[in-house]
Nanobody, 124 residues
Framework: QVQLVESGGGLVQAGGSLRLSCAAS????????MGWFRQAPGLEREFVAG????????FYADSVKGRFTISRDNAKNTVLLQMNSLKPEDAAVYYC?????????????????WGQGTQVTVSS
């Protein structure tokens, strides 16, 4: 089992920045590829960014490329999502997820463990 807890969400004006954090506990964190997803009301959960188990590879949705940065610190069992130049359409509940077997998956069902989510609201 891997337990994931997100934090760092909140209300920000368009153009602003937020940094989301996901703290992991349980099994060996460095065994897992990690992803960030988001879900807005009435919409399906969508991939935002992913990072390989040792941090050497990162993946982004086209909608956030150049604005968001995913990183991880395996010594601290933490994965971060730095979000810059936020837009109203970035507003959603953001989830981190862990996937032991598939690198770079953009499909939610590939991921084995999920956090409870953190709300990001962007005012225009």
């Amino acid at each position: 089992q891997v337990q994931l807890v997100e934090s760092g969400g909140g209300l920000v004006q368009a153009g602003g920045s937020l940094r989301l954090s996901c703290a992991a506990s349980g099994r060996t964190f460095s065994d897992y590829n990690m992803g960030w997803f988001r879900q807005a009301p009435g919409l399906e959960r969508e991939f935002v960014a992913g990072i390989s188990a040792l941090g050497g590879n990162t993946f982004y949705a086209d909608s956030v490329k150049g604005r968001f940065t995913i990183s991880r610190d395996n010594a601290k069992n933490t994965v971060l999502l730095q979000m810059n130049s936020l837009k109203p359409e970035d507003a959603a509940v953001y989830y981190c997820a862990a996937d032991r077997s598939v690198l770079g998956s953009r499909t939610p069902k590939s991921y084995d463990y999920w956090g409870q989510g953190t709300q990001v609201t962007v005012s225009s």
